[in-house]
């Protein structure tokens, strides 16, 4: 999560937070991935706070690719995987994005032999408590 719940105080949480930032990110590139308080449809917001105040290379904040010298970042949203967005076509989106985008990278290893992906959700989980490797991990992976 970027400041925890962007939305609260109509944002002002997240100005509050920025602030603070600022000196610091904009001196350097600031790229993000969405979690899950960057998206809180169960209390009526729909991102407008997260997408208002970042703006990712392609104009997508839920997923984008950028290179930095010899890596290629792929971030996405795990979130789309997440309660009723899997529900809306955004998530299948994703996916054919997705795949296009790393046989595109893998075209260009020679140039960026290094891929990582990015997501707020782990790709592989361990944690003891049983419920928080259950909760979609099987899909983000």
């Known amino acids: 999560d970027i400041a925890y719940d962007m939305f609260s105080r109509q944002g002002r949480n997240s100005d509050a937070f920025f602030n ?3 000196p610091l990110i904009s001196q350097i590139v600031y790229m993000v991935a969405p979690g899950n308080h960057e998206y809180m449809p ?3 917001d729909n991102g407008a706070n997260f997408k ?3 703006k990712m290379p392609t104009g997508n904040n839920d997923y984008y690719t950028f290179t930095c010298g010899p890596i290629r970042f792929v971030i996405i949203s795990t979130e ?3 309660a009723v967005e899997r529900k809306f076509g955004r998530t299948k989106k994703m996916i054919v994005w997705l795949q296009k985008t790393l046989t595109e990278a893998n075209k260009n290893r020679r140039k960026q032999p ?3 992906a990015i997501g707020h959700k782990p ?3 361990s944690d003891s408590k ?3 490797c259950k909760n979609g991990h099987a899909f983000v992976k």
Do not use: D, T
Request: aromatic share 28%; proline share 5%.
């Open 52 to 54: 208002h105040r970042f």
């Open 114 to 116: 290094w891929i990582i």
């Open 123 to 125: 790709f592989y989980c």
């Open 80 to 82: 789309l995987y997440y």
């Open 20 to 22: 603070n930032l600022e």
């Open 42 to 44: 169960i209390v009526g």
């Open 130 to 132: 049983p419920l928080r």
